[in-house]
Structures are given as C-alpha cells and as structure tokens.
C-alpha cells in the first residue's frame, strides 16, 4: 500500500518549545506543575508526568512554587493570581502566541473593540479575551456588529477558509477594520498539505489528541474529501478502513509528537505482505 505522509504534520513549534521548557525546569528535585495540559495529547501528557510535570486545572491544585504557562498563554488575571501566591512563574506561551496577546492590547489602546476568530473555549482564545478585557468578544456569524472601528485577531491555529469567511462577513457591517493576521505559518502549510494528500489517497488517517481542537479540525477537512479516521494511538486502528484502498495518507495535529506518528507508519508498513 502507497503511504502518504505529511511533512509538516506533528508537533509544532510552540508546543516543541513548551516540552523543552518543561523538561529543563523538572531537572532539580522541586515539583513543576503545569496550568492545564501542556500538550493536548494524552499519551504526551502521561509521558510528561513521568517526567515529574504535574498537570493541575487550577491554581488551588498547585502544591509547590514551579509552575510552568503551557504554550497557548493565559488570561492576565491568572498571572496576576500566581505572582500574588509567589510562584515561580515559567512562561512557555507560544511567541506567535505572545504576538496575538501584545495586538489585542494594541489594538484596544488604539480605540478599537476587539474580534477574535477562533474557538470560544480554546485556552488560547480566553487568554486573547483577558488582554481585550470588555472591549474584546469572540466572533459568531450570528453576531451584529454596531461599532466603527474594529480590530481583528485570529486564533494562531485558525484555518483560513474560517478566517475569510468572518471577514467577509464583518466587512460588510463596519466602517474601519484592521486586522492582524496572526494565524501561524505552520497551521497553513499543515491544512493546505492534507488537503492535498487527501485528494490523492484513498483514505486519510489524523494523528492527535481528541481533546485537540487543530487536529479535530483537521480530521474535518480531510473527512470532506475521503474517508478519514482521528486516533490517538495505533491501537484503534481497524483492518476494515483499508479494504479496497491502494493508499493511506497520514497526517497529524500540532500536538502529536513525532513518535506516534511513525508507530502509525511502521503499523501500516507492517501490514504489508
């Protein structure tokens, strides 16, 4: 069977970053807790904790001083609250990320209220609120634009069909729009080269964490063109996806180390006769 595999599919460099940041202060003997998973992957995740990073939910969960900001930021308020427990703040926020953050600040003090694209309970789109404070929301095609004067932020794992569709869709109710394009690079090349793997292969397979929301949405696009199927692990892949098929793409969310995705190579490759 032809595999098709994605070269810029995996892990990104945000989250690459956030790992090496991590392992570097989990060296000594203190306790590193990280505020939510520092990898939207489970099995990441679990490798991690072996590692002695502790994933807590909130700060009350925090039993030590070394806490570590996972790639996607937080709200300011957050830091706000640690530095006030005295915690040794690691900051691991993506800098595309950071960029993100440091426009929405930008663009309020400019007198702009603030639209931000993206998922509404994704980490790093709460993060982007907190730096809009009341004169940010995220956007919805239901929503009525009133004001003058908008400014546009994009979530950095937004595809770009979404992304063009808001503007368009906000260009016809305002009168000055400026807008940041602060979708990284990486979330480009990744969709566009699914999207042509799956157009050549018979079916797709999307490596990454369920609770991820750039792989969930790559399995979606890919879905639209060929029969696809989202795993985490090797271990729930069916024999029954690859009858009749001649190829196999594979690709993966920015959260999928590279180790998982070349289990799924080696599977497929073994399967051969």
Known sequence: MKIYQARYGGVCFGVQRAIRIALNA??????VFSLGPLI?????????????IITVNTIRAIKGKKVIIRSHGVHPKVLETLRRRHCDIIDATC??????????????????FVIIIGEQEHPEVKGLLGYGGEHA??????MVLKRRKIGVVPQTTLDLERFNSAIA??????????????ICKATILRIGEAIRIAHKADVMIVVGGKNSANTTRLYEICKKIKPSYHIETVSEISEKWFKGA???????????????????IQYIKDREP
């Open 169 to 182: 869709h906000m260009l016809s109710s305002v009168v000055e729009m400026k807008i940041y394009n602060t």
């Open 95 to 112: 800098p595309r990320v950071r960029r993100a953050q440091r426009y929405v600040e930008k663009l309020v003090q400019e007198g702009y």
């Open 26 to 31: 989990a060296q000594d003997s203190d306790p």
């Open 137 to 142: 929301q995220v956007y919805s095609e239901t």
């Open 246 to 264: 001649k190829s196999v793409g594979v690709t993966a969310g920015a959260s999928t180390p590279k180790e998982q995705v070349d289990e799924v």
């Open 40 to 52: 939207h992957n489970r099995v990441a995740v679990e490798q991690l904790r072996k590692n002695g």
